[in-house]
């Protein structure tokens, strides 16, 4: 990537923080049904820009008792292909950032290739979640734990606006504990994004017959969350073992617990 036309320090790079509510947790396969984007300079809000959607399809229950969006808040809105551009124009000149921005980047960039159009892949993008990992393993990051272990507030969780907000305000909180220089946090963020992924790879890597079996049964609950992102993986609980035992029921924890 080119680094020239975007400032050479992060904080001074224009944000736009977007957050999306969906159908489901299928990025593939989800629709949209909120678009919150919260526009940042130098850790001030600048802008909101705040969408329903009309997913053409029903909410399930369980997405409306989460985000507290029902049928009739988005019945009338508008198509999701026919506030696009406005979506684009608010990430024209900034650097994108989102909590857990492999799943809402997946998203977005299906819905845009189905319109014919096409994810700004030359704006630099930050996400909150890999710093939070590294900084806080194993701690549960949620959003939401994350904010109030930063001391962030987050009024309104699982609505767009609101979750991007905080999460602005969450990267800004990083500020100390990250090089001020763009480039060099790209190129570190890509780093600890692989050394998450290895992490969470060498816990389910099997060394003996008993531990194959073990793996074969986190393998069953990988799939339950397959094609999502770390977030999702093992959160609230982020201990991939105990996660297992609390939703496997035939799971049996070993004799001496694993640090």
Not at 234 to 256: G, H, I, M, Q
Request: hydrophobic share 40%.
């Amino acid at each position: 990537m080119a680094f020239n036309n975007w400032p050479a320090l992060w904080f001074d790079m224009p944000l736009a923080v977007f957050d999306l509510e969906t159908t489901g947790l299928d990025p593939q396969s989800c629709e949209i049904i909120e678009v919150g984007i919260v526009q940042f300079y130098r850790g001030e809000v600048i802008k909101q820009f705040d969408w329903f959607v009309d997913p053409e399809c029903e909410i399930p229950e369980q997405v409306v008792k989460l985000t507290h969006i029902t049928q009739e808040d988005v019945t009338g809105q508008p198509k999701l292909r026919e506030i696009v551009p406005d979506i684009l124009k608010a990430f024209e000149g900034h650097g994108i950032v989102a909590y857990n921005i492999a799943f809402d980047k997946t998203v977005l960039t299906h819905k845009l290739e189905a319109l014919g159009k096409r994810w700004p892949s030359a704006n630099p993008i930050l996400d909150p979640l890999i710093f939070a990992e590294h900084f806080y393993p194993n701690q549960g990051n949620k959003l939401g734990m994350v904010s109030e272990r930063l001391g962030v507030s987050l009024e309104g969780a699982h609505r767009a606006c609101n979750d991007a907000e905080a999460t602005g305000k969450v990267l800004y909180a990083f500020r100390d504990r990250l090089p001020p220089d763009l480039e060099t946090l790209l190129l570190l963020q890509a780093q600890w994004e692989r050394e998450i992924q290895e992490r969470r790879q060498r816990w389910r890597r099997p060394t003996s017959g008993a531990d194959s079996e073990l793996s074969a049964l986190m393998s069953k609950q990988a799939s339950a969350t397959k094609g999502l992102s770390i977030a999702f993986a093992y959160a609230p609980e982020t201990d991939p073992l105990r996660a297992l035992y609390a939703n496997v029921p035939n799971a049996a924890p070993r004799s001496k617990p694993i640090d």
